[in-house]
Every structure is written in structure tokens, then in C-alpha cells.
């Protein structure tokens, strides 16, 4: 954190060039957030490069005491917020993506029943409110603390509880409390 601050401090000391060492850090991260939201790798890559572009723009707005990637995370799920409501489209997310894909056992029967799960899993997903779909993906698939969840999205620790438990409740209705989620829930 406090080397992102050192850049930060150099580049409103008027070097520019400096803003590129925070891009070259966080550019993979930001891109595999927009993509586990539900966008394609080009979406994401073209949210996250608005998202760099806005966080520059609005450097001197970017609270040092809060961590830089948080601040970060929020312009970049805007962004990608702001394209879902001008198209009203929410991208389906792609399997290949997801860490439920990588994680599964080497056994081929095992590989298809998870990717059978996590199609079902996003289907249902896509049917969720923005705010809790983004509260699930920073949580299980980016795996951030409540804390950093909080940071991120810029409401009390509370909400995040409060979306966290609702979304997993709406989960579980619309999947027909089939037991699917156990391990997420």
C-alpha cells in the first residue's frame, strides 16, 4: 500500500510516467474482476483501460489512507455498471474464467459435473441485482475480506453482510435449494 501511495505522490508531483507502474500492477487483476463479473475478456480489457483512464483523470480525489487497489476496484465496476445500463445488457460469464473450473479434481467425470454447476451457477447469477452479483464475485471469486468488499464498493462493512446474505438467500430460491451451492454458502 505504501508503495502505491509513493506513486500516486509522484505522479501528482507531475510525472506521469509513474501512474504507469500502478497500471502495470493492477491491470491483471482489474481485467479478471470485470471478466468474472460477467464480461468478455475484450469488455473488460476496454472497462478496465476507462477504469485507468478515469483513476488518473481523478487522481487527486484518491484517498491515501484507503488502499489504492479498493479505490481502483470501484472506478472499474462503474465503469462497467455505466456500459450494462447504456446497452441494458449483462454479459453471460465465461467458464473458462471462473476458478471453480481450475479447482476441480483431475477426473474427467468430476471436471463435467463442475462445469455443468457452474453454468447453472451463472445462469442464476445473471438474474441477481448488479449490487449483489458484484458483492458474490468480490467475495467467492476474488476472494476479498468484508473489509475490502466495503472499500471497494464504498458502503459499511453491514451492507456487505446484509448484501452478502441476501444475494445467497436469492441463490439458493432460484436455484431450487438443489444444494449446488454448498460450498459457496
Known amino acids: 500500500m505504501e508503495e502505491d501511495q509513493e506513486w500516486v505522490k509522484q505522479v501528482l508531483g ?3 510516467h509513474a501512474f504507469s507502474h500502478l497500471v502495470n500492477k493492477y491491470k491483471n487483476r482489474v481485467c479478471s474482476l470485470l471478466v468474472r463479473m460477467g464480461n468478455s475478456p475484450e469488455d473488460a480489457e ?3 483501460q476507462s477504469a485507468f483512464v478515469n483513476a488518473y483523470k481523478s487522481l487527486q480525489q ?3 489512507s484507503r488502499p489504492f487497489s479498493a479505490w481502483l ?3 472499474a465496476i462503474n465503469c462497467c455498471l455505466q456500459a450494462w445500463r447504456r446497452t441494458e445488457k449483462h454479459p453471460s460469464v465465461p467458464l473458462q474464467e471462473s476458478k471453480m473450473a ?3 479434481e483431475e477426473n474427467p467425470e468430476s471436471f463435467y459435473l463442475a462445469i455443468e454447476k457452474q453454468t447453472e451457477l451463472f445462469a442464476v447469477m445473471e438474474e441477481l441485482a448488479s449490487h449483489y452479483r ?3 464475485t468480490l467475495r467467492y471469486f476474488e476472494e476479498l475480506s468484508y473489509q475490502e468488499i466495503a ?3 464504498q458502503v459499511p462493512v453491514t451492507t456487505v453482510q446484509v448484501h452478502l446474505y441476501r444475494a445467497k438467500k436469492k441463490l439458493r430460491e432460484l436455484m431450487g435449494k438443489r444444494g449446488e451451492l454448498h460450498e459457496m454458502c
Request: with cysteine; hydrophobic share 40%; aromatic share 10%.
Open 14 to 16: 507531475g510525472d506521469p
Open 46 to 48: 476496454d472497462f478496465a
Open 62 to 64: 484518491y484517498d491515501v
Open 73 to 75: 476496484n470501484k472506478i
Open 102 to 104: 481450475h479447482t476441480c
Open 134 to 136: 458484484i458483492v458474490l
Open 151 to 153: 472499500e471497494t464498493m
